[in-house]
Each structure stands twice: as structure tokens, then as C-alpha cells.
């Protein structure tokens, strides 16, 4: 099923809530399942804070944030925030991405960040993203779309007793 990506909007955000907060059952399934914005789940006000926030970087230039549609409904949300805007860092992009698990394998996480990396060519030199070191699914897609091993932190996330190590990769655009 083809999905219809296109830049976040503000009807999006109830969507994108659930998304969000499907990552923490998620978690708690897999513990190595992988990251997430915030360290335990967000209420509603602080997730909105982050999204209004993402739309205003948005605005500014300061990032890129798309959405995959299917049926009118957002079932995944790609973006790329400025790392650190007023700095030496100002041309570096830090990339994230989420599908939900209903709609996995079926391209559209591929969908969304060709999407967001074209969108980011004007915006950013440099892309980095972080990657549970045992997320092989997501790592395979990453280098698939260009991005490179930079490097290894190992045991940067500790889950319950479990340490996991954090792999980053980048793309110069």
C-alpha cells in the first residue's frame, strides 16, 4: 500500500500523539526496539509543546518534518532538526523516523526519509542519526538510502539491567 507523504501540519498532531505514545508499549515489549523523544511517556501538553516546537523549526528553516498519509490518516512521521542552530554545527541535521508497527515493511519509512533527505538538500550539508546498535532492520535501511557508519558508542543505553549500544551514521548531502 502506497502511502501519500507530504510536510506535518497542525491537523496532525492527534495522529502523531498516538504514534508517540505507541512507542513506549512498544518498548516495553523489546526493550531493544530503539529510542524515543522522550524518557517516559509524554501527557499531551508536553507532547504538543515538542510538536508546535518541530512546526516552528519548521517555519524558521531549522527543520524538516514529514508525515506519511494512508486513508487520511498519519501512520508515520519523518524528520530532521538543526542540531544546534546558532553554532559551528548550524549546517549538521539530526534525522529521526517512526512507523508505526501496523504499517512496517511495506516501504513507507523508505517513502519518508527519500522525501526528507530531498527536502533537506537546501536546508543541511551534513544528516546524522543514532540507531540501537542491535536494530539491524533499521540500520540495513539507512545505508540503503546512503548513510555511513561513523561509529560505535557501546553501552550508551541502559534498559532495566540490559546496557545497548548506540550506533551513529551520517550522510553528507
Known sequence: MSAKIRLAEQKDFEDVLQIGRSVYDEVEEDPAFGDHIFLTMPNRQEMKKWFEKLREDMKSGDAVYAVAEIDGKVVGHCFVRRSLPVSEFAHVGTFSILVHKDHRSAGIGRQMAKFTIAKCKQK?????????????????????????????IPKFYKRGKKYIDRDIMYMEL
Open 124 to 152: 543541511f550539508r551534513l544528516l546524522q542519526l543514532f540507531v540501537f546498535g542491535s536494530n539491524v532492520r533499521a540500520k540495513r535501511l539507512y545505508r540503503s538510502l546512503g548513510f555511513k557508519d561513523a561509529g560505535t
